[in-house]
């Protein structure tokens, strides 16, 4: 990639967070990193390369492309970065260049207040290890970040030794500790919060959510208010940790676990490899070919190619849905392995959420794939598949009618080519001899007008449309098919039929059946907003045609005005408030001084200027 494609990709990344990987023309990952938002991070190693560092401009220097996977929070993201880091040892994490080996959280089991801290191996001296992760900067931020969200200490002061010597720290008063030095703090309190604690570093996040909830709902029962709501506080910092922490948990050793999105121009597979429990890496598949075969279908063909002939099969496969011939293929990964490989479709619990972040990464891949142009052609084959079009429409023409009485009919009729609105062909129409408001007559004339002018060569209504929109019913559709059929021109017709919120809710066909549209959402809109756009523009000319009959009728009751005076004095003051406002002077300026005169004396009767 050039640096310009690497920057346009930088910032089409989402604000979510997520791990990003670094790699040169080889394809070496020469540096792993995570953000909460990484189109903001990722962006900046191609903004500004001034105010990097040197390392940075060099580590840049030799990006030749880059990839990322989504998390679901800050601390899976952490987590997946260890990972990352540990599997590939890119050349620019320096944390990695330690020759003390890859850190472990230990936790001393063994004392009376266990403290969690980071060690260089894992020997065998009745301590918990956890780990190894990628850097100690990491590991630390680990240890930091739990101790937090549980109020475990983080100061010098050990215990038993120093309870009831000091007054408690800052970090109590700020709430980020529960303050274990004061004498009212038990040990059997504490060792429950490591408890906690040792779930969290092993993905067993529901299982501590379930007995904070249960301990909150109790304390809340027997009226113990502060209690619960210190119960309630520690709750929501678990939550914010990821509650859905999945690169931990959920996983079980080498675990692949497949998603797929089908898109309005692309779709995407995703197949999420873990490792030990650990999210490893990520392959993704774009396909371009709209998708239109049953999600089964597509999963099975897609899981297929993609095991077929692979010498490393995992020892679980999660797919999204059920497969017709699951245990069939189950059957021969398991011959090719030489071992068996389950296959299976999570129901509950963190295998389902496993599966969500594979479609999440699945969706965020296809989505920021697609092009504006390729969504817009998408969207236009769907719509004219469902109105059995033998083309893809491009061109849409919409009209609308309105009326106050028998006066001031008017109609619109608005122009949208691939969705957008192309206000150059808006039309706008009075319409005549009508002695009484009749929205199918209207819709007969202003159509008749419309083509005729197309049949006469008119420039202006030089292009047929590929669709006729009528906002209203059955009526106008038939309406407009028989004009069309008198003057021998074929044009797909149908109606925008609202629903009781004056919503678009349905297409109907000249033969009456309706078209729903509500099941997709893309279409439902274009179509609403089309239909928006015609109403608009026909009552903002109702408007001003009615204002300027006002206008009209307002200055032709003056004797000496008729319809000349009248517009070339609207050309000379623009507003009939100005023509009041006007001395006999100015509207000498405008008509002759006898009219000035009649306009003059016709606004000030009383006197007023």
Same mark, same amino acid.
Request: aromatic share 8%; proline share 4%; with cysteine.
């Given at each position: 990639?050039?640096?310009?494609?690497?920057?346009?990709?930088?910032?089409?990344?989402?604000?979510?967070?997520?791990?990003?990987?670094?790699?040169?023309?080889?394809?070496?990952?020469?540096?792993?990193?995570?953000?909460?938002?990484?189109?903001?991070?990722?962006?900046?190693?191609?903004?500004?390369?001034?105010?990097?560092?040197?390392?940075?401009?060099?580590?840049?220097?030799?990006?030749?492309?880059?990839?990322?996977?989504?998390?679901?929070?800050?601390?899976?993201?952490?987590?997946?970065?260890?990972?990352?880091?540990?599997?590939?040892?890119?050349?620019?994490?320096?944390?990695?260049?330690?020759?003390?080996?890859?850190?472990?959280?230990?936790?001393?089991?063994?004392?009376?207040?266990?403290?969690?801290?980071?060690?260089?191996?894992?020997?065998?001296?009745?301590?918990?290890?956890?780990?190894?992760?990628?850097?100690?900067?990491?590991?630390?931020?680990?240890?930091?970040?739990?101790?937090?969200?549980?109020?475990?200490?983080?100061?010098?002061?050990?215990?038993?030794?120093?309870?009831?010597?000091?007054?408690?720290?800052?970090?109590?008063?700020?709430?980020?500790?529960?303050?274990?030095?004061?004498?009212?703090?038990?040990?059997?309190?504490?060792?429950?919060?490591?408890?906690?604690?040792?779930?969290?570093?092993?993905?067993?996040?529901?299982?501590?959510?379930?007995?904070?909830?249960?301990?909150?709902?109790?304390?809340?029962?027997?009226?113990?208010?502060?209690?619960?709501?210190?119960?309630?506080?520690?709750?929501?910092?678990?939550?914010?940790?990821?509650?859905?922490?999945?690169?931990?948990?959920?996983?079980?050793?080498?675990?692949?676990?497949?998603?797929?999105?089908?898109?309005?121009?692309?779709?995407?597979?995703?197949?999420?490899?873990?490792?030990?429990?650990?999210?490893?890496?990520?392959?993704?598949?774009?396909?371009?070919?709209?998708?239109?075969?049953?999600?089964?279908?597509?999963?099975?063909?897609?899981?297929?190619?993609?095991?077929?002939?692979?010498?490393?099969?995992?020892?679980?496969?999660?797919?999204?849905?059920?497969?017709?011939?699951?245990?069939?293929?189950?059957?021969?990964?398991?011959?090719?392995?030489?071992?068996?490989?389950?296959?299976?479709?999570?129901?509950?619990?963190?295998?389902?959420?496993?599966?969500?972040?594979?479609?999440?990464?699945?969706?965020?891949?296809?989505?920021?794939?697609?092009?504006?142009?390729?969504?817009?052609?998408?969207?236009?084959?769907?719509?004219?598949?469902?109105?059995?079009?033998?083309?893809?429409?491009?061109?849409?023409?919409?009209?609308?009618?309105?009326? !106050?009485? &028998?006066?001031?009919?008017?109609?619109? #009729?608005?122009? +949208? %080519?691939?969705?957008?609105?192309?206000? @150059? /062909?808006? =039309?706008?129409?009075?319409?005549?001899?009508?002695?009484?408001?009749?929205?199918?007559?209207?819709?007969?004339?202003?159509?008749?007008?419309?083509?005729?002018?197309?049949?006469?060569?008119?420039?202006?209504?030089?292009?047929?449309?590929?669709?006729?929109?009528?906002?209203?019913?059955?009526?106008?559709? !038939?309406? &407009?098919?028989?004009?069309?059929?008198? #003057?021998?021109? +074929? %044009?797909?017709?149908?109606?925008?039929? @609202? /629903?009781? =919120?004056?919503?678009?809710?349905?297409?109907?066909?000249?033969?009456?059946?309706?078209?729903?549209?509500?099941?997709?959402?893309?279409?439902?809109?274009?179509?609403?907003?089309?239909?928006?756009?015609?109403?608009?523009?026909?009552?903002?000319?109702?408007?001003?045609?009615?204002?300027?009959?006002?206008?009209?009728?307002?200055?032709?009751?003056?004797?000496?005005?008729?319809?000349?005076?009248?517009?070339?004095?609207?050309?000379?003051?623009?507003?009939?408030?100005?023509?009041?406002?006007?001395?006999?002077?100015?509207?000498?300026?405008?008509?002759?001084?006898?009219?000035?005169?009649?306009?003059?004396?016709?606004?000030?009767?009383?006197?007023?200027?």
């Amino acid at each position: 990639m050039t640096k310009d494609q690497l920057k346009e990709k930088a910032h089409s990344l989402p604000l979510s967070p997520g791990v990003y990987i670094m790699m040169d023309k080889s394809n070496t990952v020469i540096y792993v990193g995570k953000s909460r938002a990484l189109k903001n991070r990722v962006s900046q190693y191609f903004a500004d390369l001034a105010s990097h560092t040197s390392k940075t401009r060099a580590m840049v220097s030799q990006i030749d492309h880059f990839d990322y996977i989504l998390a679901d929070s800050e601390f899976e993201a952490l987590v997946l970065e260890n990972s990352l880091i540990k599997r590939h040892k890119p050349k620019y994490n320096i944390l990695l260049k330690d020759d003390k080996g890859y850190p472990y959280i230990r936790l001393s089991v063994k004392e009376e207040y266990p403290r969690f801290t980071l060690a260089n191996q894992a020997p065998n001296d009745g301590a918990r290890y956890f780990g190894p992760y990628g850097s100690r900067g990491s590991s630390a931020e680990i240890i930091r970040t739990i101790s937090r969200a549980l109020r475990l200490p983080t100061c010098s002061r050990r215990f038993p030794r120093d309870i009831g010597k000091q007054r408690p720290c800052l970090e109590h008063h700020i709430g980020s500790c529960d303050g274990w030095c004061r004498e009212c703090m038990t040990r059997e309190q504490y060792q429950e919060r490591i408890r906690q604690a040792v779930r969290l570093l092993d993905g067993k996040f529901s299982d501590v959510e379930q007995e904070l909830e249960a301990e909150m709902q109790k304390a809340s029962e027997e009226l113990r208010f502060e209690n619960a709501a210190e119960l309630r506080d520690r709750l929501r910092a678990i939550q914010l940790l990821g509650t859905r922490q999945k690169v931990v948990a959920g996983a079980g050793p080498d675990v692949d676990v497949a998603g797929f999105y089908r898109g309005e121009a692309k779709s995407c597979f995703v197949v999420l490899h873990f490792l030990q429990g650990q999210l490893a890496d990520r392959d993704t598949e774009l396909l371009p070919t709209p998708m239109e075969e049953d999600e089964q279908e597509i999963i099975s063909s897609l899981v297929s190619q993609y095991y077929a002939g692979r010498g490393n099969l995992p020892k679980r496969i999660y797919l999204p849905c059920q497969v017709e011939d699951q245990q069939a293929l189950q059957q021969l990964l398991t011959e090719n392995a030489g071992r068996r490989v389950e296959i299976s479709v999570p129901q509950r619990g963190e295998r389902v959420r496993l599966v969500e972040l594979a479609r999440k990464n699945a969706a965020d891949e296809a989505e920021r794939a697609t092009t504006r142009e390729e969504r817009t052609s998408r969207l236009m084959e769907l719509l004219g598949s469902m109105l059995g079009l033998p083309e893809t429409p491009h061109r849409f023409e919409a009209y609308d009618i309105s009326n !106050t009485g &028998a006066a001031d009919i008017v109609a619109s #009729m608005t122009v +949208h %080519v691939d969705g957008k609105p192309l206000k @150059k /062909d808006y =039309r706008r129409f009075h319409l005549r001899d009508m002695d009484n408001p009749d929205d199918y007559a209207s819709m007969e004339q202003v159509l008749t007008r419309r083509f005729k002018r197309y049949l006469d060569g008119d420039e202006k209504f030089g292009t047929l449309p590929d669709v006729l929109l009528m906002d209203g019913g059955l009526g106008q559709v !038939t309406v &407009a098919v028989q004009v069309l059929q008198q #003057m021998g021109l +074929h %044009v797909p017709v149908f109606g925008m039929v @609202k /629903d009781n =919120r004056h919503r678009t809710r349905a297409l109907v066909a000249p033969d009456g059946s309706e078209i729903g549209i509500q099941s997709n959402q893309a279409i439902f809109s274009l179509i609403g907003r089309i239909q928006e756009e015609t109403h608009r523009f026909a009552i903002t000319f109702h408007r001003e045609s009615h204002a300027k009959n006002t206008v009209a009728s307002s200055l032709e009751q003056i004797p000496g005005v008729g319809q000349v005076r009248r517009k070339a004095l609207m050309k000379h003051f623009k507003s009939l408030k100005a023509i009041k406002a006007a001395d006999y002077e100015e509207l000498c300026k405008a008509v002759p001084k006898g009219t000035a005169a009649a306009v003059y004396e016709y606004f000030h009767k009383d006197g007023s200027k």
